[in-house]
């Protein structure tokens, strides 16, 4: 007799098919998220909310269920499609353009298993009720259980309101499937024998564990859902009309972990990444208007994952808070896109060393030759999209700057990884650290230096459409692809463009590394002694402005304690003399402790400060001079009976200072060398390990056959030789500024020094620039003008010859004004006749008094010349001789004008066969006159370039004469400024 039979279907199918299919927790996420993508929901997001019991929500805006669809769709396992399979209809596409499912098994939803037992989930579509059923996953782990004997409890309800009274009925119904019913005695009994069964089972293993059975109602019983945990989700705030929400309790650790106050133990920083690089960037990053990639896709799907503690979120994934994006890679110093057509044939343009070598569809990689494109139905392989970034690993032989270098190292922590995505959304694993489907690290253990693609500081992408690459299918696992003939093509094609680009631009055989590897390494060194310049110069104004912001109170304190002591000093004894020199000494310490060195060139904000700390300096050592000098008077007014005991008592008190300062700096001098021979220790023994850990893949090589003796025994020499002269820029370096410590010549000193210097000639440079262009234009102008003077004078003769109409007389003035300051252009001009005669003093003040003339008169300011001045002469070219005294002039009258001094008088004179030119002005500070006549030094708060006195200088100093600024008194004629010229072959009239 023939029986037909069905198949039975036990519970545990659906855990088989669920939780136990997906690889962790992050990818069954990801799934969800993509149905959600299915469901043409714009936004997703998995929110996670603490608490005394945890819940995760996975929340999307979709088109959502109906009662119907629920249960004849989500409930049903195993159906083609959310949809009927078909294109979903425009009204639930809400205006987005038509979607590739993502789902093909009909089993992602039961992925929520691994997001934790309980599950609420509510949906709502459009002008329908929302539904909402209950499941807890564990129900299905029963292996003595029949499917058909789980009961799923729905439940429908038009407002949000209504679902806190439903709750309870939901959950009650739920423990039916573990306590039974009265509706159906048969069943209870069935449950209750596969309950107490699977109870057993479990206690027979681990007699200390908890009854499943238990286990379960006991969550049912302590699990929260309620309206903190509903309002996030858009559609029941009102912001959207559809969609499905899914309430988790109970949840995995992997999303504990992303918790702030669960406490870190070793595994949740790893859990914590993992999550991180499977769901960020769930959606192309590298998509762009402007990119040259046909295949690649905008999902135009947003994404979020954001933990809740106390009602404040903190997103910690999502599409906008990704760094990482095509315009950051673009920039990248090595850069691969472009399109691989049917044939395998890549077309695209490339960047080597930060220059495009290659642009548009110009680069162009064949297929290995032995390859064969498949071009069946089930195993072609379409056209696929790529695109590849990355940077040098060395920062010295990157074309990226330090900060640039730095950045993209912290990028790469985060978000390194090469990624396979098909419509816009990331297929997984690729890109995690531990898939390397494209043997990329394989192959570096062979050959880093020639293969140079690096997974862990590489960023791209593969991307490809569903339509055309239909054959490239996910395992059920959602662990990559099915390893068919069209995985196999698109890794073998996509690994031949990675090693023919490092062949060509990148790698350790590529001619560009070969040449152009110098001059980058070159500019680098460079680059870092001019930043490290500047951080010293940095570092020196730091301290410099700190030493003088604690110093300069103390200068004032000081200043007076002095000069109250001055007041009252007298000397009329030996033990005042005692008592006084033991003052001295203390002041004398006490001002050397208070010096400040290391005075930058442009002090800005400090330099008033600077200028009032300088000054109180000065006239405290003046002021403790003077006191000395009382001493000595004293000395020999008394003449003390035994000089021998106070000399003995001042060498032992200036010793104890000496002594208790080294004492201080030796201190320190130790501590920072304990610091530094630990840090030089740990130094050694990392370079030691260098070589080991970087030969030890050749050794590899030798023994699996992949490299013969002789190659082996090369590589290890240039590897020898790279991390020798790795070690050489580390240590020689160090072991040179010893070596300078130990001849005792002052590094710091040197490098404070250069670095001033250096500074100082850079302003001067930049601004000799400035000069030299304006001489430049002066000299243009000064011919330009003398050619329109003539054309103006010969049209002015014939308008006098017309008549001299009215007006004449006033253009015939201002034109002779012009004619006369173009003269005056004359010492600058570079080109022309120079003209030595003899220039007496009588022309030089004429000459002066015309020039002023309008500043004389509306000023009041007074320029005379002694008799000895007018009868002085010399041989000189005027051009040279004239302007300085209009320089020396023209600052007096500013100072004299700006300090608004009373009867301003500037006069010239003779003293000692010398010139001298003084004003009664406020003349020029002690500490800025050794400065005087150097480029580009100027007190004047607008107006003063810093040239008219160095020109001064350089003019007299090309003929043999010389100037100074006078401070002693003879030369000083005026109180103000005084300056003495001294002639070469001048002549003084009798």
Not at 368 to 376: E, I, Q, S, V
Not at 479 to 506: H, P, Q
Not at 756 to 761: F, P, Q, R, T
Not at 922 to 942: A, C, H, I, W, Y
């Amino acid at each position: 007799m023939i029986e037909t039979l069905s198949f039975r279907t036990q519970a545990r199918t659906i855990d088989h098919l669920g939780r136990e299919q997906i690889a962790d927790c992050p990818t069954a996420i990801s799934e969800l998220w993509k149905n959600s993508y299915d469901a043409y929901a714009r936004r997703v997001g998995l929110h996670i909310f603490d608490g005394d019991e945890p819940v995760a929500a996975v929340l999307d805006d979709g088109h959502g269920m109906s009662r119907g669809e629920f249960v004849d769709r989500w409930l049903v396992v195993g159906t083609e499609s959310k949809y009927d399979g078909q294109v979903a209809d425009e009204k639930d596409r809400d205006g987005l353009p038509k979607r590739s499912k993502q789902g093909q098994k009909g089993i992602g939803r039961l992925s929520s298993a691994n997001l934790g037992p309980l599950l609420l989930i509510i949906s709502k579509r459009r002008e329908c009720d929302f539904v909402a059923a209950l499941i807890d996953w564990r129900i299905f782990e029963n292996p003595f259980l029949v499917l058909s004997d789980i009961q799923i409890p729905v439940t429908e309800f038009s407002e949000t309101g209504e679902l806190s009274s439903q709750l309870p009925e939901l959950f009650d119904s739920l423990t039916d499937n573990v306590w039974g019913g009265k509706k159906d005695p048969q069943r209870a009994q069935r449950l209750g024998q596969a309950w107490a069964a699977y109870d057993a089972l479990r206690q027979e293993t681990d007699p200390s564990s908890t009854k499943p059975s238990e286990e379960i109602v006991g969550t049912l019983i302590n699990a929260r859902f309620d309206e903190r945990h509903f309002s996030k989700w858009r559609v029941w705030s009102g912001e959207a009309t559809s969609g499905t929400a899914m309430f988790v309790s109970d949840i995995n650790y992997d999303l504990r972990a992303q918790l702030p106050s669960i406490a870190p133990d070793g595994s949740t920083k790893n859990i914590r990444d993992t999550f991180f690089a499977t769901l960020s960037a769930f959606t192309d990053p590298f998509v762009s208007a402007a990119a040259n990639e046909t295949n690649a896709f905008d999902p135009e799907f947003d994404y979020e994952v954001v933990t809740w503690t106390d009602g404040v979120p903190n997103p910690i994934i999502g599409r906008d808070l990704d760094r990482l994006t095509r315009d950051t890679t673009d920039d990248m110093e090595h850069v691969i896109s472009g399109n691989i057509d049917a044939d395998g044939i890549f077309r695209g343009q490339i960047k080597a060393f930060g220059e495009w070598r290659e642009t548009g569809a110009d680069y162009e990689i064949k297929p290995p030759a032995d390859y064969k494109p498949p071009h069946g139905p089930k195993t072609f392989v379409g056209p696929f999209s790529i695109h590849l970034s990355t940077y040098e690993r060395q920062r010295e032989n990157s074309t990226h700057t330090d900060d640039q270098h730095a950045r993209l190292n912290a990028l790469a922590d985060r978000y390194s990884g090469f990624l396979i995505y098909r419509n816009g959304l990331r297929i997984l694993p690729y890109g995690r650290v531990d898939s390397d489907f494209f043997e990329i690290e394989q192959r570096r253990s062979i050959n880093a230096g020639r293969e140079f693609w690096n997974a862990r500081r590489m960023f791209g992408r593969v991307a490809l459409s569903r339509e055309q690459n239909p054959n490239l299918r996910d395992k059920a696992g959602r662990e990559g692809f099915i390893d068919n003939r069209a995985a196999k093509a698109l890794r073998t094609i996509v690994v031949n463009i990675l090693r023919t680009s490092a062949r060509d631009y990148f790698g350790g055989e590529s001619e560009a590394r070969q040449t152009e590897l110098q001059d980058i390494q070159d500019r680098n060194r460079k680059a870092r002694a001019e930043h490290e310049r500047k951080e010293l110069a940095k570092r020196n104004r730091k301290r410099f402005r700190a030493q003088l912001k604690r110093n300069l109170p103390m200068v004032l304190e000081l200043a007076e304690e002095m000069t109250a002591y001055r007041s009252e000093l007298a000397l009329q004894s030996e033990a005042d003399i005692m008592r006084a020199q033991a003052a001295f000494t203390e002041f004398d310490e006490r001002i050397s402790a208070l010096r400040v060195v290391g005075a930058t060139s442009n002090l800005g904000t400090a330099e008033d400060d600077y200028r009032q700390f300088r000054q109180l300096y000065a006239n405290m050592q003046s002021l403790l001079s003077e006191m000395v000098e009382v001493r000595k008077e004293a000395l020999e007014r008394i003449k003390p009976a035994k000089p021998e005991e106070i000399v003995t008592q001042h060498i032992n008190q200036l010793a104890g200072q000496i002594h208790a300062r080294t004492r201080r700096w030796k201190k320190e001098v130790d501590e920072l060398q304990d610091t530094e021979k630990a840090r030089i220790e740990a130094l050694f023994s990392s370079r030691n390990k260098v070589f080991h850990e970087q030969s030890g893949p050749v050794l590899t090589q030798v023994e699996n056959g992949l490299c013969d003796l002789h190659e082996a025994l090369e590589k290890l020499s240039a590897l020898r030789h790279a991390i020798d002269e790795e070690n050489e820029g580390i240590f020689q370096s160090y072991i040179e500024t010893l070596e300078l410590l130990k001849a005792n010549i002052d590094v710091e000193l040197i490098a404070r020094q250069g670095t001033a210097e250096n500074s100082e000639l850079r302003d001067e440079l930049n601004k000799l620039n400035q000069v030299a262009q304006l001489g430049i234009t002066v000299e243009i102008l000064g011919h330009e003008l003398h050619t329109n003077e003539q054309l103006i004078r010969t049209g002015l003769r014939q308008v006098r010859a017309a008549g001299s109409p009215a007006g004449t007389e006033q253009i015939e003035l201002g034109f002779e004004g012009l004619s006369q300051q173009l003269e005056f252009l004359a010492p600058l001009k570079l080109s022309g006749t120079r003209v030595r005669r003899r220039i007496t003093g009588e022309e030089i003040i004429d000459y002066l008094h015309a020039f002023f003339a309008s500043v004389i008169r509306t000023r009041g300011i007074n320029i005379e010349a002694s008799d000895a001045f007018r009868a002085f002469s010399v041989d000189e070219q005027p051009s040279r001789l004239l302007p300085v005294f209009i320089n020396l002039v023209n600052n007096s009258i500013y100072w004299l004008i700006h300090h608004e001094t009373e009867g301003p008088l500037i006069r010239l004179d003779t003293i000692d066969g010398a010139i001298a030119v003084s004003d009664n002005g406020p003349g020029v500070d002690p500490l800025d006159q050794e400065n005087l006549f150097r480029m580009f030094f100027t007190r004047k708060m607008s107006g003063g370039r810093g040239i008219g006195l160095y020109l001064c200088r350089m003019n007299l100093t090309v003929s043999g004469h010389s100037i100074r600024y006078a401070s002693e008194k003879k030369f000083r004629l005026l109180p103000g400024a005084n300056f003495i010229i001294d002639f070469k072959g001048a002549e003084f009239g009798q």
